[in-house]
């Protein structure tokens, strides 16, 4: 939802990978120093872990999936 922010910390991500495709809105996604900003169509693969966030700074919802898969 708008305006809404959801942390997870490097230990949640040590043994997985992921990408994340944004389907509509805009998502901020803080992977450790860097932010990310992606639109619909975007997709983004996660480097090594990292304290990472995803954020919905504007006024309409963000819908994004998240693929994973186990190392």
Known sequence: PPGAEV??????FAFIRQA???LSGAL?????AQVHRL?????????PAADCAFRN??????RYLVAVVKR
């Not at 901020?28 to 450790?32: L, Q």
């Not at 639109?39 to 480097?47: K, V």
């Not at 700074?57 to 963000?62: D, L, N, S």
Request: aromatic share 10%.
């Open 39 to 47: 639109r619909p169509g975007d997709c983004l693969e996660l480097g």
């Open 57 to 62: 700074a504007g006024r309409t919802p963000c």
């Open 7 to 12: 942390a997870y910390p490097a230990a949640a």
């Open 28 to 32: 901020e996604f803080a992977e450790g």
């Open 20 to 22: 994340i495709w944004v």
